[in-house]
């Protein structure tokens, strides 16, 4: 932190008259916690004001779990900041960024590990559903610096955790540093008081820029995303079981899949796909389940996107009895429906990071379908993913596939534990690269 510190006052004198800095310490175990930091932060500005400092405005700034801790304690006492600086960190989901009562930067790196790309992600778009004006570009900026990692805003020798968990950065201490404090002195320039109009507006303009920026760089999670859910069912599992049927084209336009998502594994395994004809017109019903990370306090760790796709569909055969005889395409597979959700994610992402994971990144590779015999086996099983030998990591997917000559409204079923587009985006940004050198 001590070199991005001085990296900071370097900048700050093209843009204020003088910037007076200080570091909290004496926590008991050398990190700051909600009991000692209300003092820390009391005692620091004690000392500042009495090497000279005579001005009221004060911006406080954290690093990963101190900006957790930052946040609580100002939501608390809004009156002891002009600001607050989130770097490798984020307002969690109890402090919306609306309504939190002190300007705020959010400054992560699309390299973080620990603060992974899609929690950026939701925070840029929560940015991006308040008003889109000066005010907001200003007290509320969230940033993503390309290259940067979690330990680029630290300085010496780095915690286990962070050397387990982090990315391979792409930038030098030097340049992350240099960005860092361009965007921080801006910000803190933006949201001074008493300070030139003009002054304020090219902060504001430099921190729209970054904003710009950081929209386009996150733009594959923006599309990605809506394969996954379009808020009331899911298009990948739609063209899933499309794919699964393989339909002539000629008898494309009599063809209608329609998925429900379901909230439990109860209802998922008390409801059965099924198909209705009415005419020459052939609707196949499908039910599916997300099967979201469990994460009250909004921790980064987990994904932001489901862990799979559960999903009952009709298999090819099912279908082709109603719809009719026709040149259908080769039967799929719940793997072949992986690779595919893969190849999606791989044309959205960008050719920067696409690059760092074919050069860098653990590939994923897919395993044959687990297949199992029971509805109950299917349900209670999981996608996988497991490390190889080779450094590859393994997909497998669990399978229940029927014969038309099942008994009981259990014929021509097809299920599938599949991995969706936007969790294969997230593998290929974050997870290939960690434990990578």
């Known amino acids: 932190m001590l070199s991005l510190v001085d990296k900071v006052t370097d900048t700050a004198p093209l843009l204020f008259h003088r910037l007076w800095v200080g570091l909290?310490?004496?926590?008991?175990?050398?990190?700051?916690?909600?009991?000692?930091?209300?003092?820390a932060i009391q005692a620091c500005k004690q000392a500042i004001v009495r090497d000279g400092m005579t001005s009221d405005v004060f911006f406080i700034g954290a690093h990963s779990l101190g900006g957790t801790f930052l946040q609580m304690y100002l939501?608390?006492?809004?009156?002891?900041?002009?600001?607050?600086?989130?770097?490798?960190?984020?307002?969690?989901?109890?402090?919306p960024l609306a309504t939190f009562p002190v300007p705020v930067l959010t400054l992560n790196g699309d390299l973080d590990g620990l603060v992974r790309l899609g929690y950026s992600w939701k925070k840029y778009r929560e940015f991006?559903?308040?008003?889109?004006?000066?005010?907001?570009?200003?007290?509320?900026?969230?940033?993503?610096?390309?290259?940067?990692?979690?330990?680029?805003?630290?300085?010496?020798?780095?915690?286990?955790?962070?050397?387990?968990?982090?990315?391979?950065?792409?930038l030098t201490m030097e340049q992350a540093?240099?960005?860092?404090?361009?965007?921080?002195?801006?910000?803190m320039v933006a949201n001074t008081p008493n300070i030139t109009l003009g002054q304020q507006m090219e902060a504001a303009r430099h921190l729209r820029t970054q904003i710009n920026a950081t929209?386009?760089?996150?733009?594959?999670f923006d599309v990605v995303s809506s394969l996954d859910s379009d808020g009331k069912s899911s298009p990948w599992v739609n063209g899933a079981q499309l794919q699964i049927i393989g339909a002539p084209e000629a008898l494309e336009s009599k063809l209608t899949v329609e998925t429900k998502m379901v909230d439990n594994i109860f209802e998922l395994g008390?409801?059965?796909?099924?198909?209705?004809?009415?005419?020459?017109?052939?609707?196949?019903?499908?039910?599916?389940?997300?099967?979201?990370?469990?994460?009250?306090?909004?921790?980064?760790?987990?994904y932001v996107s489901t862990n799979m796709l559960s999903a009952k569909m009709k298999r090819q055969s099912a279908v082709a009895k109603e719809l009719g005889p026709g040149d259908y395409n080769s039967p799929q597979t719940c793997k072949d429906l992986n690779q595919y959700a893969f190849q999606i994610a791989s044309m959205f992402v960008s050719g920067r990071a696409m690059?760092?994971?074919?050069?860098?990144?653990?590939?994923?590779?897919?395993?044959?379908?687990?297949?199992?015999?029971?509805?109950?086996?299917?349900?209670?099983?999981?996608l996988t993913f497991e490390d190889q030998p080779d450094g590859t990591v393994k997909v497998?997917?669990?399978?229940?596939?029927?014969?038309?000559?099942?008994?009981?409204?259990?014929d021509g079923m097809h299920y599938c534990k599949l991995l969706s587009p936007f969790r294969a985006l997230e593998y290929i940004y974050t997870d290939s690269l960690r434990h990578v050198s």
């Open 24 to 39: 909290t310490d004496g926590y008991l175990t050398d990190l700051p916690n909600p009991l000692e930091l209300p003092s």
């Open 177 to 187: 540093h240099r960005l860092i404090a361009n965007t921080s002195a801006n910000f």
């Open 396 to 410: 497998t997917s669990p399978a229940l596939v029927t014969s038309l000559n099942v008994p009981f409204g259990l």
């Open 75 to 95: 939501s608390d006492n809004p009156s002891q900041a002009t600001g607050m600086l989130l770097w490798g960190s984020y307002l969690t989901s109890s402090y």
């Open 215 to 220: 929209g386009m760089l996150l733009r594959p």
């Open 128 to 170: 991006t559903s308040l008003n889109f004006s000066s005010i907001t570009v200003s007290q509320k900026p969230v940033v993503v610096v390309p290259g940067l990692n979690h330990g680029h805003i630290a300085s010496g020798t780095m915690p286990p955790l962070i050397l387990d968990m982090d990315l391979p950065a792409d």
């Open 355 to 382: 690059t760092r994971y074919r050069q860098k990144g653990r590939q994923l590779t897919f395993g044959e379908d687990d297949m199992k015999t029971t509805g109950s086996g299917w349900l209670s099983a999981g």
């Open 270 to 302: 008390n409801n059965k796909p099924h198909i209705e004809k009415n005419g020459d017109k052939v609707t196949v019903q499908v039910y599916a389940k997300f099967d979201y990370p469990f994460n009250p306090i909004d921790n980064s760790e987990p």
